[in-house]
């Protein structure tokens, strides 16, 4: 059984070893520096209870109780380990075999239209293993050989190229962390909770390290007519030869052309051997394996953004073009379909981003968004890329209700549900960015609710 997003306890505390009024006290003000101190001396007591008055009684006494997880040496601190994995692969450990990429039984598995979505809910910190970042394809997947792929970049240039993955390699690169977040993000509950954890909800997202030459450096090669140039038609090699409209301002910004993710080539299943990052944007518009780039001066209106990708609004008009994902964030634990085991302290973690710069500020509130309090961002805090926010929470052991609300730095605050609502009807399927609720229950359980 994995340990991750677990909250069971290894051994109960004694009773009361924090005070009622101190836990009052820390749930309505939260926990400062002179709390924090207090509570850390209480943990330490009570572990040492916990040797003293049982591991140490029970090796006193054999008749007496302790953990013989700790009592009794196992068989693995007591004989030789395994020599180096055969593997030439490094893989995780049999025991968190449960964290994996899972589809959603109510979408299509075929081929033109599949999804897999990343267990949010399972990671740490902000960067998403290369095994499971999120998959979204038109038309399946192909494990291209890269010697025998071609990049072209033409139309409003002075000199059209083409460039093989060879060429690409030898100009100078960039790393850069950013997220990449699917348009169709939280759509299954746009209209009520249909899913029920925050794989479901929000796992078509991941934050990776992309490496490559920039998409600016490229089109200065070629000798691109920058008073006329004003779009940029991306497409992909797959069977849809999936394509895009990238403004020139994104593509002059800093978007790449990327052959490395996480410190090695991307995987065939994120675009190998060449794919589009462009930081900030829906997740359509970062083109996997990336063939043609055309410099136009007007949008190409091509079928992902004039049939598809496209916001139904309450007037039955279409927002087309619709490119930035705005300020969003989700509580990844507690979060739904997970459990609390007994009422006392939990770290409330989470993740937040924008496609529009650096988060600001995540407010987080346990009452369904009576009251807020201002969580802890931990570094690093980048530009276009996942942060990771936590604060404490004493839990009474009483209902609750968990939401988040990120901030970014242009002041853009995370709407409620009714507020986009307001905004965009009730029959968009994209851009669903409003506050995520989690409601825990007296039992501990966590489900997926809507606050309106």
Known sequence: MSLRGKFGRIQPAPENFIPDALIDDIRLNGLDASRRRFLRKSFAAASAALVSGSAL?????PGGEGDPAILKLPKHSTSLGNPVTHLPYGQPS??????????????????ESSIAFTPLQGLFGIITPSGLHFERHHAGWHDIDPSSHRLMIHGLVSTPKVYTVGD????????????IECGA????????PAVPSVQYTHGMLSCCEFTGVPLSLLLEDCGIDKKNAKFILAEGADGASLTRTIPIERALDDAIVAWGMNGEMLRPENGYPLRLVVPGAQGVCWVKWLR??????????TREESTQYTDLMPDGLSRQYSLIQECKSVITTPSGGQRLMDKGFYNITGLAWSGRGKIARVDVSVDGGKQWKTARLESPVLPKCLTRFNIDWVWDGKPAILQSRAIDETGYVQPKMAELRA????????HNNAIQSWRVEAAGEV?????S
């Open 168 to 179: 690409l390699m030898r100009l100078p690169s960039v790393s850069r962390m950013h997220f």
């Open 94 to 111: 049999k025991h968190e075999a449960n964290l994996q990429r899972r589809e959603s039984p109510g979408l299509t598995r075929r081929r």
């Open 292 to 301: 043609r780039l055309d410099v136009g001066d007007a949008p190409y209106a």
């Open 447 to 451: 489900v997926n609710v809507q606050i």
């Open 57 to 61: 009684a029970a090796a006193d006494h």
């Open 185 to 192: 993000n939280t759509a299954m509950d746009w209209a009520s």
């Open 423 to 430: 905004v965009r009807g009730t029959r968009s399927v994209y």
